[in-house]
């Protein structure tokens, strides 16, 4: 009796400890080119409001200059912003300098691709989430978008 109790017991703690598991996903853009690439992303919210609230970092578009993985993102925590133009309250504009990469989006969950961003222009040209997730390549739960 003891052991079923402590079995069901042990079943409730697992699945409740599991429930607030989150997972860090990261979306970053690699410029293979050797031009400077302006970028403009329109997001699913207010983001003026965000980046004047952004006390953690979320939307600093930290960049290297070189193509980084996304460890070396997350062990250097000394890298430089990216001066971002506030278009609209929905859009902003970031210049990626050539063969460099920058991360755009700090997230949990993937909530960068289905609570986060619209839609990307890349010189002009709009990319839909669904084809930039698409094209991207996956780096353990991070993404990584190339433009070449």
């Known amino acids: 009796m003891k052991l079923k109790y402590f079995k069901?017991?042990?079943g409730f703690f697992l699945l409740f400890s599991l429930l607030?598991?989150?997972?860090?996903?990261?979306?970053?853009?690699?410029?293979?080119t050797n031009e400077r690439k302006?970028?403009?992303?329109?997001?699913?919210?207010n983001i003026k409001s965000k980046l004047e609230n952004d006390s953690?970092?979320?939307?600093s578009f930290n960049y290297k200059n070189g193509i980084a993985s996304p460890k070396e993102f997350r062990n250097n925590k000394n890298l430089p912003s990216l001066n971002k133009?506030?278009?609209n309250d929905y859009q902003i504009?970031?210049?990626l300098p050539p063969s460099s990469t920058t991360r755009v989006e700090k997230t949990l969950n993937y909530h960068w691709r289905s609570r986060s961003i619209n839609?990307?222009?890349?010189?002009?040209k709009e990319i839909k989430i669904e084809d930039i997730e698409s094209q991207s390549i996956k780096d353990k739960?991070?993404?990584?978008?190339?433009?070449e």
């Open 119 to 124: 839609n990307i222009k890349i010189d002009n």
């Open 8 to 10: 069901i017991l042990f």
């Open 93 to 95: 504009e970031v210049v």
């Open 141 to 147: 739960s991070d993404y990584i978008y190339k433009i």
């Open 20 to 32: 607030g598991c989150s997972v860090l996903t990261d979306f970053y853009i690699q410029n293979l």
């Open 56 to 59: 953690s970092g979320e939307y």
């Open 38 to 45: 302006i970028i403009i992303i329109k997001y699913k919210f």
């Open 85 to 87: 133009t506030i278009i």
